[in-house]
């Protein structure tokens, strides 16, 4: 290892110590290594967006000529200088029409994206669990097959009911969830609480990993400190 | 004058975002309109990027003012903002590729991060005790115990032969939880689909103050 | 005659009614909150109303004249979702799940930041005590779990990829699962390395351009380790595309301008006798896999709807962390799928390192990993029962019963 490279794991080693001193409860130490770690992640976050985007699609075309006439970049920087009365509260509307068209393309792709990478395909599978030909091709078990796919389904169609949120309203009550749609909503709570499950078990063997290679990270600066 | 700009933002909106909602279904090379698609996609992408400038620089703001009034904190605001103008002296000397760029990002970036989630490993636990602590009902016991028999069958203990919570992980995995997660993912996009189409049609207009 | 007071203008219909008089919502189906503003002609009187509509007369059309667009702001709603209690409780669970510091009453959140939580630290330095100890004892090992058809798939599509041929990696990770994500996707990097592919690195994480180039370090470091001629990689940075699913939506229709852009020497043709350079890739499907690296299943989703779609022979592979592949593994389930190969977490990286025999990163940390998830789902079904049996012999009081109203 190097001069850096050692200073850089003795660094390493402070912050982790200073982060979990959380444990203890919280305190100046644990405070002062978020507020570099913030001030440290806004610098990569600006340079990462000025280095990749901002110069080589903006800036540089427009500094090198290419572009200095054309009046499509031209209404790129009459954007961007737009966007930035953002900051300043008196002239925040400025910047309101600029907003409106990242909104609305935002809104767009992601109508877009919904539609065509989710809702069809998704939709599309479920029905063909039912593909008997293709059971038959890739699951000798057709019977297990064809439980596992109505169980598929229906947990499907019963969390898609839980998320369902018009009611039938009786005459001179508040309405409520009464009989089948009662059932059916409960055994989609059910689903969602397994899935639920598995998201907080992925999260905490995600945590566990991270953990482990903090401790790896130690394990070897240790070794190499005392067997080098 | 505000109003106009705001009629503006909404024709900008409607009609930027009707445009390439189109660009999904319709070859729109056949008009003419794949061009105009793809300027205002581009527009988009750099205006996102400015974004985080603009996002930066209210984080820049907010501690200054901290900073300048000697509010509470005030020593932690200038803690941060001479962290970030520290890393981007050393990213802007040295470049993006540069050894003293990658050597920060290394040391701090991923060291303080990684901590920060590995210390979620401790926490979750303890949280969920206490979380247990209240009344258990059905659908929490549900939940723990998919979480219990998806942490124990991580794999076949101590090199046996494939266990039965191996089993279970597996179809727990394959059969209720990708149910419940296509239900909610197909949740998500009609959901999606339904606030896009209201601020498509102007009826949403998050984008105004 | 009862009468029903109408949710959004307030207005008094008669009991059967199923849109309201005034205002012409419909009272049968849904219900509001009260207090919201549902439109911003709701104050409106009737002729205004009907004045701003695009066909005077007829019921449910949408206002239309600039009036309608300039009200003073207000959140425009016209059915606000209805949650109910168990509903709130459910995502106040979740939030408590993931958000410890919430649990505190807010009574005591004061007093308890200050104090050091005990329990906490004791399940801490055992958690802690635990994993370091199997980091040391080398003798302690656990084995690899049965490797599934996603994982092969992977390798059987890396084994058929030529040499000089582009391989798109998104490197989507945030720092905070370095660990996690290089530890899971190691295996695979460096198979493609010793293939002789050009690895393209892009990333819509402002950190992903160095969060690719400590992958890299991580591999070539790695590799001097076990070779005496150690293969340098050869790969191009194109660094962070904004935007998310947007950046990928433009990404996808013209790769070359952002090759151009970020790489203007490399995206010339190449010249006879030289590997392939980038100069040959003018669409997303002159890849020959694309690999997306990410913890975040929304991340995973933007790809597979805006990217996948316009893959005719190109497969998508994806390398995940454990939190995301409950999400994204329904576009693995399906006939036919819509990811072609996946790897998850430490054990992904586990089950690839038996297949490749090239790195032993992810096997190192292995036993170590199983040892805290092990432990963590122990501690949970201990209390779990412990709580239940509380339960079953502390059963909560009977609720007093209800006053009448007069």
Not at chain 3, 167 to 192: G, H, N, R
Request: charged share 15%.
């Amino acid at each position: 290892m190097t001069q850096a490279d050692w200073i850089g794991a003795i660094l390493g080693l402070c912050l982790t110590l200073g982060v979990f001193s959380y444990l203890l409860g919280d305190n100046r130490v644990f405070r002062l290594v978020i507020h570099i770690f913030i001030g440290v992640t806004a610098a990569y976050v600006l340079a990462g967006s000025w280095y990749s985007v901002i110069f080589p699609q903006l800036v540089q075309p427009f500094l090198s000529g290419q572009d200095f006439w054309n009046p499509l970049a031209l209404a790129g920087i009459v954007f961007t200088v737009m966007l930035f009365s953002k900051l300043f509260p008196r002239t925040s509307w400025f910047g309101v029409p600029v907003m409106g068209l990242l909104v609305g393309v935002g809104a767009a792709t992601a109508i877009g994206g919904a539609v065509i990478g989710t809702v069809f395909s998704q939709v599309a599978a479920s029905i063909r669990l039912f593909d008997f030909l293709k059971i038959n091709t890739w699951n000798a078990q057709v019977w297990v097959a064809l439980v596992d796919a109505s169980l598929i389904l229906v947990g499907t169609l019963v969390t898609l009911f839980y998320f369902q949120f018009y009611i039938r309203k009786q005459p001179g009550s508040q309405g409520s969830v009464t009989g089948w749609m009662k059932t059916l909503r409960l055994v989609g709570q059910g689903f969602i609480a397994v899935t639920l499950g598995a998201i907080f078990a992925g999260v905490y063997s995600a945590a566990v990993a991270a953990l482990v290679g903090r401790l790896a990270t130690f394990k070897e600066f240790f070794t190499l400190l005392f067997h080098p | 004058m505000k109003q106009v700009w705001r009629t503006i933002a909404v024709i900008l909106a409607i009609s930027a975002g009707i445009l390439v909602l189109l660009g999904y279904f319709f070859d729109l090379s056949a008009w003419g309109l794949d061009s105009v698609r793809q300027v205002i996609l581009r527009w988009a992408l750099i205006l996102a990027a400015v974004a985080l400038w603009v996002g930066a620089g209210n984080l820049v703001r907010v501690h200054w003012r901290k900073m300048v009034s000697r509010q509470d904190g005030g020593g932690y605001s200038l803690v941060t903002l001479a962290s970030l103008a520290l890393t981007l002296v050393v990213i802007v000397v040295s470049g993006p590729n540069g050894k003293m760029s990658q050597w920060v990002f290394n040391h701090v970036q991923i060291p303080v991060e990684t901590s920060l989630l590995a210390l979620l490993a401790i926490v979750l636990i303890y949280a969920s005790i206490r979380v247990m602590r209240r009344r258990l009902n059905p659908f929490a016991i549900a939940l723990f115990l998919t979480v219990i028999i998806l942490l124990l069958g991580a794999t076949n203990w101590m090199g046996m032969e494939a266990s039965k919570f191996s089993m279970l992980r597996e179809w727990i995995l394959a059969v209720p939880v990708t149910a419940g997660a296509r239900g909610v993912l197909l949740g998500i996009a009609l959901g999606t689909i339904a606030t896009g189409v209201r601020i498509l049609v102007g009826f949403e207009r998050p984008y105004e103050e | 005659m009862a009468e029903q007071d109408c949710p959004i203008c307030g207005q008094a219909n008669p009991e059967k009614s199923e849109t309201c008089q005034k205002c012409g919502a419909n009272l049968y189906w849904a219900e509001i909150e009260p207090g919201e503003v549902i439109s911003p002609l709701a104050n409106k009187s009737p002729q205004e109303q009907d004045e701003a509509r695009i066909l005077p007369g007829i019921e449910d059309s949408l206002p239309a004249v600039p009036a309608a667009f300039t009200e003073p702001s207000a959140p425009v709603h016209p059915y606000r979702l209805m949650v109910s209690e168990t509903q709130k409780n459910y995502v106040a669970l979740l939030e408590k799940m993931t958000h410890p510091d919430q649990i505190q009453p807010a009574d005591l959140q004061a007093a308890a930041v200050r104090k050091p939580r005990y329990l906490l630290l004791v399940w801490g330095i055992l958690l802690v005590g635990i994993l370091s100890f199997s980091l040391f004892w080398d003798e302690l090992q656990v084995g690899i779990p049965p490797i599934p058809a996603e994982v092969l798939a992977v390798n059987r599509s890396i084994s058929k990829i030529p040499a000089g041929a582009p391989v798109l990696v998104a490197v989507d990770f945030q720092p905070a699962y370095t660990a996690e994500m290089e530890m899971a996707s190691e295996a695979v990097i460096d198979q493609l390395v010793a293939q002789g592919t050009n690895l393209v690195f892009m990333s819509t994480i402002p950190t992903g351009f160095w969060q690719a180039e400590h992958l890299i370090q991580k591999i070539k470091a790695d590799r001097d380790l076990v070779e005496s001629a150690p293969v340098n990689p050869n790969y191009y940075n194109l660094g962070f595309i904004s935007g998310g699913a947007l950046g990928l939506a433009n990404f996808v229709n013209e790769p070359y301008q952002f090759i151009e852009a970020q790489l203007p020497t490399e995206s010339s043709a190449s010249t006879a006798g030289q590997s392939a350079s980038l100069g040959n890739v003018t669409s997303i499907n002159d890849f020959s896999v694309i690999f997306v690296l990410t913890e975040d299943p929304d991340t995973a989703r933007d790809w597979l709807e805006q990217v996948q779609p316009h893959l005719r022979r190109t497969p998508l592979m994806m390398i995940l962390s454990a939190q995301a592949e409950p999400m994204v593994r329904p576009y693995l389930e399906m006939q036919p799928a819509k990811i072609q190969g996946m790897l998850v977490g430490i054990a992904g990286g586990v089950q690839y390192e038996s297949l490749s025999n090239q790195v032993q990163t992810a096997r190192e940390n292995w036993t170590a990993s199983v040892l805290g998830n092990i432990l963590g789902g122990l501690v949970l079904g201990v209390a779990l029962t412990a709580f239940l049996v509380f339960q079953r012999w502390n059963p909560p009081a009977a609720p007093a019963a209800k006053e009448k109203k007069p």
